[in-house]
T-cell receptor
């Protein structure tokens, strides 16, 4: 168990809808990252937050947004969903631990299915 | 930009065989290098890490050495078990401006170990 929690585990929705994925980082970690894993694109970095501030942006679509709250949990909002958004979405956190501040620990993921 | 290339799988080995999964990287600086493992239906688990040239990361019998001269970080294990069957990802820590960073992953190598 990495200490990173994600909810929900599974999400099934329809095209055009909006969903919110939630992540709680490991205790003491200030950085949260979001990744998308799909069969055709592999693991793609979406966005990083550090203590509430956006720090790095990867291949995140304009229809997607994220934020990190004062209690350090983060939410990833996906809107106007398309079939191609079906994927596993992982959250990771970093900051504490003996392996350095750039070592990321991953949650179990949220599997999103868009029908 | 920085990138990681892994050998394509699937790799099928008999129990107790020697494992090598090749990984090479392209980077302008000196990123940290990682191996993560994903068991079926689960999230990514950190396997090992190395931060500088000639560093060797090791965990659970797996080893990888950061080779700057060949820009490689090959994963090895002397004797694999059926329980090692999983997908293995090589990754590097990609630095962004504004002190952000993210993991840049290879496509993953599927390993199947048969009794």
């Amino acid at each position: 168990d990495s200490g990173v929690t994600q909810t929900p585990k599974h999400l099934i929705t329809a095209t055009g809808q909006r969903v919110t994925l939630r992540c709680s980082p490991r205790s003491g970690d200030l950085s949260v990252y979001w990744y998308q894993q799909s069969l055709d694109q592999g693991l793609q970095f979406l966005i990083q937050y550090y203590n509430g501030e956006e720090r790095a942006k990867g291949n995140i679509l304009e229809r997607f947004s994220a934020q990190q709250f004062p209690d350090l949990h983060s939410e990833l909002n996906l809107s106007s969903l398309e079939l191609g958004d079906s994927a596993l979405y992982f959250c990771a956190s970093s900051g504490t631990g003996t392996l350095g501040t750039d070592t990321q620990y991953f949650g179990p993921g949220t599997r999103l299915t868009v029908l | 930009g920085d990138s990681v290339t892994q050998m394509e799988g699937p790799v099928t080995l008999s129990e107790e065989a020697f494992l090598t999964i090749n990984c090479t990287y392209t980077a302008t600086g000196y990123p940290s290098l990682f191996w993560y493992v994903q068991y079926p239906g689960e999230g990514l688990q950190l396997l090992l890490k190395a931060t500088k040239a000639d560093d060797k990361g090791s965990n659970k019998g797996f080893e990888a050495t950061y080779r700057k001269e060949t820009t490689s970080f090959h994963l090895e294990k002397g004797s694999v078990q059926v329980s090692d069957s999983a997908v293995y990802f090589c990754a590097l820590s990609d630095r962004y401006s504004n002190s952000g960073y993210a993991l840049n992953f290879g496509k993953g190598t599927s390993l199947l170990v048969t009794p």
